[in-house]
C-alpha cells in the first residue's frame, strides 16, 4: 500500500461510515497516529490542541474500528472506511457534519449486533438470542405469514409494517447464525452476474 507523504506535515483525515457512506468526521494524523492506527485497527489522531496522539473514543468510549484505508491521488488525504462503536461527534450526534442518510439494511445489521453485545435488561434481541434458534425461527415465520396475510388484503400498510418486523427478525436470525449481510450481498451480486448473461428462459430464482 503506498503510504501517506507525511513531509507535507499532519494530513486530514476523513472518515466515512463503511456501511452507510456517510461522511463523520475530519481529523489530523502525524505519521505515529497514521502507523498506531494500523497496528490496533482503530483511528488515532494528532490532536492540535493537546499535542499529542488521541484516540478517538478514548474517553467515550465510541472508538472507530478501521476497516479499509484509502489514499488520494497526490497521498496527502486519507480517507478512513469504519464501523463507528456509537455517536461520532461530542454533541452526541452520529456525524459532526450533521448529514443524515436514508436508513438501509446495513444500519439494521448494525443495530441489531449493538443491541445484542449492548448491557440492556430489557433487550428484545438479546431475548431472542437468549431463547436460541428455535425461537428465531418460529417469530420470522410468524412476521412472513403476517406479510402474506396483509398482501392478501392488499394493504400496503400492514405489508409495510410487517416486512420491517421481518427483515428486524432476519437479521436477528443472520446475528444468531453468524452470518454476515455481506455474504448475502455477495450471492446477490452473483446472480445479478448471472443474470445479465443468461440468454435462456428464466426457470428459477438463480436466473433472474
Known sequence: MTQPDFSKGLLPA?????????????????????????????????????????????????????????????QDTILIDVVPNGPTCHTGSQSCFNTEVPYNVQQLEQTVDQSANADKSNSYTQYLLNEGLEKITKKFGEEAFEVVIGAMKSDKAEVTNETADLMYHLFVLLH????????????????HKKSNNFKGERSNVENW
Do not use: P
Open 176 to 191: 444468531a447464525l453468524d452470518i454476515d449481510f455481506k455474504d448475502v450481498e455477495a450471492v446477490l451480486a452473483e446472480r
Open 14 to 74: 476523513i472518515l466515512q461510515d463503511v456501511n452507510t457512506k456517510q461522511v463523520l468526521m475530519l481529523g489530523y494524523m502525524n505519521e505515529a497516529a497514521y502507523n498506531k492506527t494500523l497496528e490496533d485497527r482503530v483511528v488515532c489522531f494528532y490532536s492540535r490542541s493537546k499535542e499529542r496522539l488521541w484516540t478517538k473514543g478514548e474517553t467515550s468510549g465510541h472508538t472507530q474500528e478501521v476497516r479499509n484505508i484509502y489514499l488520494d491521488c497526490d
